[in-house]
């Protein structure tokens, strides 16, 4: 096939426009000076001094609480959701009512879980961001373990009903060992995404201490700092040593499901 | 127990649990939100439940109209550059070897996995007035400019956010194009552009209308991107829609500016369907 040349231009230029960013964030995070902006030398000062802020250290942790609780609800009920999805209803409408979370904007979400949580008079905190997190995270479980589902060898499961095992004792013993590839894939996005979320925690997280995107969001507004491109720099790393780390184990799970 | 007993309790066990948290979070929630679009703002935020005409007679009212205007321009000049960066990017990618392909698509969506706030940050980084791109113009003795706060800076975060959006369905629909089919044209005589415009091109519309919406949803709704790097002065509707529920206080607007923001994308989901069906 012939590859024109001039192809490799602006196939280049965007892996230069999504790298670029990211480089010069990283560089000036070892900044000797005060500047975010001019490198007048290396220093790991920076670093030094985010360990010792509690707003950051406090945004990590309640980041932490608000994404393992959404993923345990999103995990639970969204896996659930896929098996009743595809073994007991054939309902197009249900299937796009699952779907929408992931689809609607995110800021119509938290809008409407605003408007919703003001309404009952919740008082709004981490729980309510653990809650409002549940409803996106669990659209995508849904979707990935339906994927699994469909690819999944029925037969196994009429030969347990056959024998006389009811709908839950059939889930537990054959359907749910079959699909935990699935489940943890779809665990692991669900955790990544309410890491990453801003948009809904922003609305619905109230006087509350915030979480680490909000903490970010507002160091933003307040001016720009060395620290803030420190923090940037681990969060880059954690994220590709993730995806870096998921991509590597997808490989062996695709290699063995071939022998 | 009987078969179709056994059903109606799976359907019961697995389906009522997801079922009942998406009605209670979601549709309730939505449902809220279209409801208070007909209803009176409350002096301390919240709503007065009196019919009014009031919201929808605001948004448009000019001052309104142009926001939503305007922010339909910033989403479809950020879609337009998004494909035409994207479309060359994703055919070269579909054309590497196995081993490079995997690689350079891990590389096109490895930014995206990281935190949105802060890829947003490194262009206030790059763009400001002391940043990397002024120094880099002070060296050819070219003037700083002003690159942040305006809406080529927006259009740049935006861009920048969601381009994996529209590389990835790019990169499906080229990718099962038959390469057999280029290379008839080829051999029938036409040239590299000709057999691009007739062939690969058409072929792959599905790509460019996935990877289009997914770019344009995000880039319409957005705010946080016009309110870092747009400064005081570009608003978009997730702007307004953000001051009217967290500072304004009037939910009912907010309401149904949010509602114009669905209707939008519904119009655009709609007619994404119909093109892609007749394609």
């Known amino acids: ?259 | 127990m009987s078969r179709s007993r056994g059903r109606r309790l799976g359907a019961f066990v697995f389906l009522t649990p997801g079922l009942t948290y998406l009605v209670v979070l979601l549709l309730v929630p939505l449902a809220l939100v279209l409801s208070y679009t007909v209803f009176q703002r409350g002096r301390f935020g919240g709503v007065v439940y009196e019919f009014t005409a009031e919201n929808f007679e605001r948004l448009v009212d000019p001052l309104y109209l142009d926001v939503v205007i305007g922010s339909l321009k910033i989403a479809a000049v950020t879609t337009v550059i998004a494909l035409l960066a994207g479309y060359p990017t994703a055919y070269l990618i579909a054309q590497l070897p196995r081993k490079w392909k995997t690689i350079a698509l891990v590389a096109i969506v490895l930014p995206f996995w990281t935190n949105f706030i802060i890829r947003v940050y490194a262009w206030i980084i790059l763009l400001s007035g002391p940043g990397l791109v002024n120094s880099g113009l002070k060296v050819f003795g070219i003037e700083p400019l002003e690159l942040l706060y305006n809406e080529g800076a927006i259009v740049a975060g935006l861009v920048y956010s969601y381009l994996p959006l529209m590389v990835l369905p790019l990169f499906a629909a080229i990718e099962k194009l038959d390469p057999q089919l280029r290379e008839a044209s080829a051999n029938l005589g036409a040239s590299g552009l000709t057999t691009f415009r007739k062939v690969t091109l058409p072929l792959t519309v599905p790509g460019v209308l996935t990877g289009s919406l997914f770019v344009f949803v995000p880039s319409f709704g957005n705010f946080v991107i016009p309110e870092l790097l747009g400064g005081s002065k570009s608003l978009m509707v997730g702007n307004l829609i953000r001051q009217q529920f967290l500072s304004a206080r009037d939910w009912p607007f907010g309401s149904t500016l949010a509602l114009a923001l669905i209707a939008v994308l519904l119009v655009l989901l709609v007619a994404q369907a119909w093109v892609a069906r007749r394609a």
């Not at chain 1, 360990?51 to 993923?71: C, E, F, H, K, Y």
């Not at chain 1, 589902?149 to 013993?173: H, I, K, Q, Y």
């Open chain 1, 1 to 259: 096939m012939r590859r024109s040349k001039l192809l490799y231009v602006p196939f280049w230029a965007t892996y230069v426009f999504l790298y670029a960013p990211i480089a010069v964030l990283v560089v000036m995070s070892f900044n000797a000076g005060e500047s975010a902006y001019t490198y007048e030398g290396f220093s790991l000062k920076w670093y030094g001094e985010l360990a010792g802020d509690d707003r950051i250290m406090n945004g990590v942790v309640n980041t932490l609480i608000v994404a393992v609780g959404s993923t345990v609800i999103a995990t639970v009920l969204g896996t659930l959701l896929a098996v009743g999805l595809a073994r007991y209803t054939r309902s197009k409408l249900l299937d796009a009512v699952s779907l929408m979370p992931a689809v609607l904007p995110d800021l119509v979400l938290a809008i409407g879980l605003l408007v919703f949580y003001g309404m009952i008079q919740l008082t709004l905190g981490l729980y309510s961001v653990i809650l409002a997190h549940g409803v996106f995270a669990m659209a995508f479980v849904a979707a990935v373990v339906r994927t699994r589902l469909s690819g999944a060898d029925t037969s196994l499961e009429e030969a347990s009903r056959d024998l006389g095992a009811g709908p839950v004792a059939t889930f537990m013993r054959i359907t749910l060992p079959q699909l935990a590839p699935g489940i943890v894939a779809g665990a692991l996005l669900a955790f990544t995404l309410s890491l990453d979320e801003f948009v809904i925690a922003f609305f619905t997280i109230g006087n509350a201490e915030p979480t680490l995107p909000i903490v970010i969001y507002s160091m933003i507004r307040f001016g720009v700092t060395p620290k803030i491109n420190a923090l940037a720099a681990i969060l880059l790393l954690v994220s590709f040593t993730a995806v870096i780390a998921g991509q590597r184990l997808t490989k062996i799970g695709e290699s063995r499901a071939q022998d």
